[in-house]
């Protein structure tokens, strides 16, 4: 197969996956409350890979709570659609996860990471987090980090359990992004 006709076939699968997800939603809708994770992306403007906002997050410590409130939030703020990117919603089962995050990091605007107690566990955030702030020195994207649950100054001075954790995940991984 050429390189046109695999991206036409990704673009294919991520237009049925986002219509599934749009059909899902609109049942549920009729049906009572929709899951909090089952609003679908808003994708704006003529690129459809391009996102306004990417969440980046420690599942575990926030998917099912405050990062599902503010992905709804964004989603259906005001007026104009605002396209978020949000791993459980934007990615297909069985993607290339790793390849297709990072590149959603390059094509967003806001880069939000939500540092929870436990993110420096995650090697994903941490990776997440270190494409994130190389985009914010070459190409100028806007970070916006939010401390969930956590002291700003225990992340800035590694303290307490987040602190521990980073230390933890500091013997597994690569010291150039640590």
């Given at each position: 197969?050429?390189?046109?006709?695999?991206?036409?076939?990704?673009?294919?699968?991520?237009?049925?996956?986002?219509?599934?997800?749009?059909?899902?939603?609109?049942?549920?809708?009729?049906?009572?409350?929709?899951?909090?994770?089952?609003?679908?992306?808003?994708?704006?403007?003529?690129?459809?890979?391009?996102?306004?906002?990417?969440?980046n997050f420690r599942g575990s410590d926030t998917r099912k709570?405050?990062?599902?409130?503010?992905?709804?939030?964004?989603?259906?703020?005001?007026?104009?659609?605002?396209?978020?990117?949000?791993?459980d919603i934007s990615l297909e089962i069985g993607e290339d996860?790793?390849?297709?995050?990072?590149?959603?990091?390059?094509?967003?605007?806001?880069?939000?990471?939500?540092?929870?107690?436990?993110?420096?566990?995650?090697?994903?955030?941490?990776?997440?987090?270190?494409?994130?702030?190389?985009?914010?020195?070459?190409?100028?994207?806007?970070?916006?980090?939010?401390?969930?649950?956590?002291?700003?100054?225990?992340?800035?001075?590694?303290?307490?359990?987040?602190?521990?954790?980073?230390?933890?995940?500091?013997?597994?991984?690569?010291?150039?992004?640590?």
């Amino acid at each position: 197969m050429e390189k046109g006709q695999i991206m036409s076939k990704r673009a294919q699968r991520k237009r049925a996956l986002r219509e599934k997800k749009e059909k899902s939603a609109e049942k549920e809708s009729t049906e009572g409350p929709s899951a909090p994770s089952s609003f679908p992306p808003i994708l704006t403007g003529g690129d459809s890979d391009q996102y306004d906002v990417f969440l980046n997050f420690r599942g575990s410590d926030t998917r099912k709570g405050f990062t599902d409130y503010l992905y709804r939030s964004l989603v259906n703020a005001g007026t104009v659609s605002i396209s978020v990117f949000k791993d459980d919603i934007s990615l297909e089962i069985g993607e290339d996860f790793n390849s297709e995050i990072l590149e959603a990091i390059t094509r967003s605007k806001i880069l939000i990471p939500i540092i929870s107690e436990n993110y420096a566990l995650s090697k994903w955030c941490l990776r997440e987090l270190v494409r994130m702030m190389d985009c914010k020195k070459s190409m100028s994207h806007m970070v916006l980090p939010i401390f969930y649950k956590v002291d700003p100054s225990y992340v800035r001075f590694l303290k307490g359990n987040f602190g521990e954790a980073f230390r933890f995940r500091e013997k597994r991984f690569d010291t150039k992004d640590i």
